[in-house]
């Protein structure tokens, strides 16, 4: 292991999102591009995503290296999203990043996604050891490092905060992705329709509001006692409040000192209010990823694939299977212990 400039080629596929981040050892990234898969209609239809992915990796890799200046030759160590993910769509980055690495004979290492988010965000917020509010397309968690491992103090049981609104958002008539406009319409609103708002425990449940929210669009008073700002209004405020509590009530048992918001849906200003007001009543500091590194990108993959390498290596090709249900609290993380 040399420590000169070293390149790693971080590949993330996972869902929508095939990308590609070129990053040094120093935590320079050189480059970054995503492919995203949009679907027409409906949800991500995993056959679907992988011939999007297939389609697309090489010209997205292609094009990561031109952005970084460099040749495939340059690159020093590969890293993949091994986990969680839809299978079928995990299989073409790691088929991808295993031929690479044989044919290039440098090193590989396969990494668990949502540890990627929070070590992304730790470089990039240059914070230490933050409680995490991951949000996203396909993922709700609220997780910090404890017992050597990325805890997870609070989930979702149904559906991913990300997933829902866009779900609500599709039956409204609005394109994909919906998160940036249903946040937009609610700020023309002050009203509050009464939604289910589900906390079980640490855990959060979303397939209540999501119901309900789509009920109030289809029901006849729809566009003369409430319009759409006013349903969006209200979807956010409960969503959004069950998130803070359970991000408030982890954090009051932790006792960190930083709290990290990352995932696609840390870009609503509404979101970073209300978990930021919470972070200032414990007296913590509040952070969000850089937008371009909190959604799903090659970046974080490319980073976290460093910081497994410099500590205990790489893995052996016989242990770059993919594991689509892996959880973060299922694997040590050897670089913080
Ligand atoms: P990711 O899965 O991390 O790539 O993030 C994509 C998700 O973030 C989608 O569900 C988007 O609708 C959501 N998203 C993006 N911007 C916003 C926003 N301003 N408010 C709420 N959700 C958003
Ligand atoms: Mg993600």
């Not at 952005?67 to 020093?76: C, G, Q, Y």
Request: overall charge neutral.
């Amino acid at each position: 292991m040399c420590q000169i400039r070293e390149l790693v080629l971080g590949i993330e596929s996972t869902a929508h999102t095939f990308s590609v981040g070129i990053i040094d050892f120093e935590g320079k990234v050189h480059s970054l591009v995503n492919d995203i898969y949009i679907p027409e209609k409906g949800g991500l239809h995993p056959i679907l995503v992988r011939e999007n992915h297939l389609n697309n990796f090489m010209n997205t890799i292609i094009k990561a290296l031109t952005e970084a200046r460099i040749s495939i030759k340059d690159i020093n160590l590969i890293a993949f999203s091994q986990s969680p993910g839809l299978g079928p769509v995990l299989k073409i980055g790691a088929l991808v990043t295993r031929m690479l690495s044989q044919i290039l004979k440098i090193p590989i290492v396969g990494v668990n996604h949502c540890i990627a988010h929070i070590e992304i965000g730790r470089l990039m917020c240059n914070i230490k050891d933050p409680l995490t509010l991951y949000v996203s397309g396909g993922n709700t968690i609220v997780s910090a490092f404890e017992s050597s491992r990325y805890q997870i103090f609070g989930e979702t049981l149904d559906l991913a905060i990300g997933n829902m609104i866009d779900s609500f958002a599709r039956d409204a008539g609005l394109s994909h992705p919906g998160g940036p406009k249903i946040e937009e319409l609610a700020q023309k609103s002050n009203k509050y329709l009464p939604l289910p708002y589900v906390v079980k425990g640490m855990d959060l449940s979303f397939s209540g509001i999501y119901t309900a929210a789509k009920r109030f669009i289809e029901s006849e008073d729809f566009n003369k006692k409430y319009n759409l700002n006013d349903v969006a209004n209200s979807l956010q405020e409960t969503a959004f409040a069950m998130l803070t509590e359970v991000t408030e009530r982890a954090l009051a048992h932790t006792e960190k000192t930083e709290v990290l918001l990352t995932g696609g849906v840390a870009a609503n200003k509404k979101l970073q209010q209300m978990i930021e007001y919470i972070s200032k009543e414990h007296n913590a500091r509040f952070e969000v990823v850089p937008l371009k590194y909190a959604g799903d990108n090659g970046a974080m993959i490319g980073w976290t694939g460093i910081l497994r390498y410099n500590s205990i290596g790489g893995h052996d090709i016989s242990e770059t299977i993919i594991n689509p249900k892996e959880r973060m609290d299922q694997i040590t993380v050897p670089w913080r212990i």
